[in-house]
């Protein structure tokens, strides 16, 4: 049976100085899959993965990786790999001595180190460019190097940090399908630090939404996208309408609201604006409260009864769709 | 005329005239003419237009330049060893281990301090310093480290090269900083994240991508070693001598045709030593 390599963190924390940068964050990352960190800037997902990795000390708490506390041990030894933003290649190095570097730093005598740095390099299909500097390289074939550079310790968790945020649009689409298929074929955990939504989507098996220091949610992407449980995770992940009732604060999608005529629907709203977006159109209306409420109505539908800004409609929610958010 | 103004061509010429005239005037005719002069015949009483090699041929045939020259080197050679690690080695404190800008900024400041004297006076304080009956000596001979003053500490050849480190280290530490300013720390992370330990990262890492920097202070502090005479000429005594007192002696006795041809021959030397020491590194991205 081989042992499956999971990643636990426990409590925790990191201070620089009187500023509380992880806030005894606890959380078991699900063995070979792909978790995204996924929070606006300066919550807390870059330290986190920063302290995974070992470039980051650890204030309290303690990172555990398959059972044993690697909170204490220097990067190289902790059975993890990162993956750079800016990718950090070495620009002096070919292509083929970036990715062979840290066997050289173990000793490995030149011959056996290339002949690895081979099949990383086919690995990510840059054989032909073994020769190149980095610099050479368009966007996509430096992630590339970095990614291999990263894999060729095999380690068992590979961290990444933002590693689309440099790539045009895109290449970034096309990326993020190789890095899940990467992460398939290799069956290693990959940790992805991201403020994305989409990408965290499109990628991850697992979400976990920070904010503030702390984890507001973590879950498969299909229950963090579906069932927010705070205020910040519905409005960050998107498509979602945030609603004051009576009865609480409920968070509901903005394709489960349907368009009715005045007084027809759960409630009365005024359209403030439309906006067309394709297969869907977009439109904005205000409720008693001044509250906003989105509806996206799918396009062939709008056109059968258009509406104007400043038209009284009626808006319609299955109940079940409501999710009561806890803050 | 006014096509004329139109023409691209032109434009870019008249862009570039101000500071071709300025090399112009006051490099290269200064070098034509020394050129031109040390084909001149000179007697002692005279100096005589012509075209003949007589001065290179006396130079070359005497002895006394090949000691001189290789003196000059000497001195450049180990000047640039000592220059290169201290200059490095503070270029790397303040570059690597000083985490705040302002520090930096502060204690690069705090290195170039003595320049706010002028250099024959930061040369020439170390004469009481070092002397028979200096602080050196004193102190050395009340520790008991000695018994009699040591003779070599002044007017020798050590001296003269704790003059030129003195002088122009900060040559070196100016550029190898600059360089290893714009090292990404991410790559110093990416190499620790690959295994790699301190001295690992400062030979595979640091070094390489300092080159560029250490050519540049290379090239100062060869140049303006290679170039001097008035620290060999006080911190030897006048004991040795290297190519810039050969020059200056032949210009105190009015031998200009002979001063210009050693020029020459100087000249085309550090010429060549920076065309040899350019073939290592390519500096260009640096400048």
């Known amino acids: ?327 | 005329m006014k096509k004329l103004l139109e023409n691209r061509n032109l434009s870019g010429w008249l862009m570039v005239s101000p500071l071709a005239v300025v090399l112009l005037v006051f490099l290269l005719m200064p070098i034509i003419l020394i050129v031109i002069v040390s084909f001149w015949r000179a007697t002692e009483f005279s100096i005589i237009p012509a075209f003949e090699f007589d001065n290179y041929e006396f130079l070359f045939g005497s002895s006394v330049t090949y000691k001189v020259f290789y003196n000059t080197f000497k001195y450049a050679l180990i000047t640039w060893a000592f220059t290169l690690v201290i200059g490095f080695t503070v270029a790397y404190y303040l570059a690597f281990h000083i985490r705040s800008l302002t520090w930096q900024v502060a204690l690069f400041l705090v290195c170039t301090i003595p320049f706010l004297t002028s250099n024959i006076i930061r040369m020439i304080s170390w004469i009481p310093f070092l002397g028979r009956n200096g602080i050196a000596n004193t102190t050395l001979m009340s520790w008991g480290v000695i018994d009699e003053p040591l003779e070599w500490l002044l007017f020798s050849d050590f001296s003269v090269i704790l003059a030129f480190v003195h002088l122009y280290t900060l040559f070196m530490v100016v550029p190898i900083f600059n360089t290893m300013m714009r090292i990404d720390k991410s790559l110093i992370e990416a190499a620790r994240d690959a295994g790699a330990n301190g001295a690992q990262i400062l030979w595979n890492v640091i070094i390489p991508l300092t080159k560029p920097g250490i050519m540049i202070g290379t090239i100062f502090v060869v140049t303006l070693v290679m170039g001097d005479f008035i620290t060999v000429r006080f911190m030897s005594g006048s004991q040795s001598a290297n190519v810039g007192r050969l020059i200056s002696n032949d210009i105190a006795l009015l031998q200009y045709p002979s001063a210009s041809a050693t020029a020459i021959v100087l000249l085309a030397s550090v010429l060549i030593t920076i065309g040899i020491l350019l073939r290592f590194v390519d500096i260009r991205k640096e400048l």
């Not at chain 1, 060729?152 to 290449?171: C, G, M, N, Q, Y």
């Not at chain 1, 409630?267 to 904005?284: N, P």
């Open chain 1, 1 to 327: 049976m081989t042992v499956k390599h999971d990643l636990e963190l426990v409590d925790v924390t990191k201070r620089y100085g009187p500023n509380v940068a992880v806030d005894a964050i606890q959380h078991r990352f699900q063995p070979s899959s792909y978790t995204c960190l996924l929070g606006p800037s300066g919550c807390g997902k870059s330290s986190t993965l920063r302290m995974i990795a070992g470039h980051e000390s650890v204030t309290e708490g303690s990172i555990l990786l398959s059972g044993r506390d690697i909170s204490d041990l220097p990067p190289a030894r902790r059975g993890t790999a990162m993956m750079f933003q800016n990718y950090a290649l070495f620009p002096h190095l070919s292509v083929r001595d970036n990715i062979a570097f840290s066997l050289k730093m173990k000793g490995v005598e030149p011959k056996e180190r290339h002949t690895k740095a081979g099949e990383m390099l086919e690995l990510v299909d840059l054989t032909i460019l073994a020769d190149r500097l980095p610099d050479q390289l368009s966007g996509g074939q430096q992630q590339r190097v970095a990614l291999a550079r990263a894999l060729i310790t095999r380690p068992e968790v590979l961290l990444l940090d933002e590693p689309l945020s440099a790539l045009d649009p895109f290449l970034r689409i096309r990326m993020r399908g190789e890095l899940k298929k990467l992460q398939k074929e290799l069956g290693i955990s990959f940790i992805h630090v991201t403020h994305g939504q989409d990408e965290a989507l499109a990628l991850a098996d697992e979400i976990v939404v920070m904010n503030d220091a702390v984890i507001e949610q973590a879950g498969p992407a299909r229950d963090v996208f579906n069932a927010p449980k705070t205020r910040f995770v519905a409005q960050f992940m998107g498509g979602h309408n945030v609603i004051a009732l009576p009865n609480g604060c409920f968070a509901i999608r903005t394709d489960a609201v349907t368009v009715t005529a005045p007084k027809k629907g759960t409630l009365d709203a005024q359209v403030t604006a439309v906006e067309y977006q394709g297969t869907h159109v977009s439109l904005l209306s205000r409720i008693s409260g001044d509250q906003e409420v989105t509806a996206m109505v799918p396009e062939a539908i709008y056109f059968t009864n258009p509406h104007h800004p400043g038209d009284q409609i009626g808006l319609h929610w299955d109940a079940k769709n409501l999710h009561q958010l806890t803050a």
